[in-house]
């Protein structure tokens, strides 16, 4: 290259930063970075995080997902707000979830129905449970075995298996309707046993309780709460929990696994789960306030209150868990027949 076309290059080459100046961008990055997580952080601040529970105010649900929303604004030091969206099995609440903005302020009180069984027992979804991104474990709800003595003398579960293969299809059991984890639970026992029971669906637990009391119906899975409660009745007699340990309200109930039913370690879970496309970085945030939140001496003698087991969880468990659980609920759906159309 001669002189000519050389200052002809240099004419045309960009213009590049002097040392000094290359030095002090270089030392403002981190600044900046921080600058920026800190403005990204106020934004998420400044908005209040809602809680979506999928049942109707009042129940043990709602009073679960309410303690969570208190240790999580805790946690976050911000507003969660419950908000109840109940119906069709969870779908209702899911759908609004799954279509709410991808920015972690929306997140769903998540159990089997919406992340296990749904996809099996109804014909279409507006939702892949797979798709919602796990905050935490909120904790695990023993379903309780319980028998109208009067109706069916029983006082184990092989007793009532014995009964069920004597009679098959004879023994009546309630449930909270067809498709619910009552039924499901039901259905994986007899199974399990190789027994078959005759199924009577009910419209929640209230009208379930009468009819068991009455003896209408021989026995049902009903949440620990209820169970506690329903067990004082002179004629209602516990027979097993379906959680991995004993309740310690219920010391001398053995688990179903005890039981010889090891596929029946299948308590009542609630997981918190957000939208799907939420942000990674947003998502882990969330996580580790979650862990936080669930993690404090307060939260866990609120869960004592309610019967409820802590019930800890990794992101990378709970990946491994939920598959598992969609496989066993898919089955137990395939086994009882079960199927809703919309």
């Known amino acids: 290259m001669n002189d000519k076309q050389d200052a002809h290059s240099h004419a045309y080459a960009p213009r590049l930063p002097s040392r000094r100046a290359l030095i002090r961008g270089l030392a403002a990055a981190p600044f900046a970075a921080l600058i920026w997580r800190a403005a990204r952080a106020d934004d998420f601040a400044g908005k209040p995080v809602r809680l979506v529970i999928p049942f109707p ?22 507003t969660v707000i419950v908000e109840n969206r109940g119906g069709a099995g969870g779908n209702i609440a899911a759908d609004y979830v799954a279509r709410a903005p991808a920015d972690g302020h929306t997140l769903l009180m998540a159990g089997q129905a919406i992340m296990a069984i749904n996809q099996s027992l109804y014909k279409h979804l507006s939702y892949d449970p797979a798709t919602f991104p796990y905050i935490g474990m909120m904790g ?8 109208n003595e009067l109706t069916l003398p029983v006082r184990s579960v092989a007793e009532l298996v014995e009964r069920a293969k004597a009679k098959p299809r004879e023994i009546p059991f309630g449930s909270n309707g067809v498709g619910s984890l009552s039924h499901l639970t039901t259905e994986l026992l007899a ?17 379930l309780a009468t009819d068991l009391r009455a003896g209408r119906i021989a026995f049902c899975f009903t949440g620990s709460t209820l169970a506690v409660a329903l067990a004082k009745s002179g004629n209602l007699r516990p027979l097993a929990v379906t959680t991995a340990v004993r309740l310690p309200q219920l010391p001398d109930v053995p688990t179903l696994v005890e039981s010889g039913y090891p596929a029946l370690d299948a308590p009542s879970w609630w997981a918190a789960v957000a939208t799907p496309g939420t942000p990674t970085a947003t998502v882990a945030m969330l996580q580790k306030a979650f862990a936080a939140a669930t993690g404090t001496p307060q939260y866990q003698e609120a869960l004592k209150q309610q019967a409820t087991l802590p019930h800890p969880m990794t992101p990378e468990a709970a990946r491994v868990f939920l598959a598992a659980e969609r496989r066993k609920w898919a089955a137990a759906v395939k086994s009882s027949g079960a199927s809703v159309t919309s």
């Open 57 to 78: 105010a009042g129940g043990s649900s709602d009073t679960l997902g309410r303690v969570v929303a208190n240790a999580l604004s805790q946690q976050l030091k911000q």
């Open 140 to 147: 695990d709800n023993a379903n309780v075995l319980l028998v």
């Open 191 to 207: 199974s399990s046993a190789g027994v078959k029971f005759l199924h009577v669906p009910y419209q929640g637990a209230a009208p």
